[in-house]
């Protein structure tokens, strides 16, 4: 007989878009119903902040009026604080987003909804990031509504326990009954980004712009960038460690011959 776990869940929601962004006011009204919410996220607008923390200047808490706290950091800033104080309980999920735009390929290293996500990882607590793949909202009901049911499943089904793991999660901007099935894939890639954006200061100068993203690059099926073309759900699994495992034996011995009796 299958178990389903009835506890209430604990939720920390924060995101990169700001604690003002229909995003995440979408999501903690989705959630708000199946868990115990708390919203934690960025003052500002804080895109592309990936996992940066604010060490050389003071952080600040504040409780908007809808009841969600603030902070004048960063997306890690705002989990990391939650995490190590702010809250005097131990959050069962940290969820970030929804994300204003697709977090995709290689938008996933810069992405602050992803370093949100990832930084509640770091502390051993399973941690989904969303995002919508275009950025004008169209359907966040159906996005969050998505979002909502994954989470409902996932706790019924048992799978947020004290093992951390990271999804990195993406919903097509489509009507709740035309988005496809989830499908698990692994992350695409995308070209380079487009040259700098470079404009004259008014007080003399040259003023730089970073340019957008690139197109993908690599989109063939099992990636995300073709799942969610197709209408579907992405959901891929994240890990952290950044070690290039398949060419540590090629490197052992071009140290050993760079730097004679090198330790390998």
Sequence with gaps: MQRYCTETMKILISNDDGYLAPGIVALYEALKDIAEVEVIAPEQNNSAKSNALTLHSPLFVHRAPNGFRFINGTPADCVHVALTGLLDYRPDLVVSGINNGANMGDDTIYSGTVGAAMEGYLFGIPSIAFSQVQKDWLHLDAA?????????????????????WLLNVNVPNLPYNEIGSMKLCRLGRRHAAEPVIQLP??????MYWIGPAGPAADDAEGTDFHATAQGHVSMTP???????????GYWAQTAALLVPNAAV
């Design 144 to 164: 969050a509504r998505k979002a909502r049911e994954l989470v409902q499943g996932m706790h019924q089904q048992q799978l947020i326990t004290s093992q951390p």
């Design 238 to 248: 994240l890990k952290v460690d950044l070690t290039d495992h398949s060419s540590l």
């Design 201 to 206: 200061s008014p007080r003399g100068g040259t």
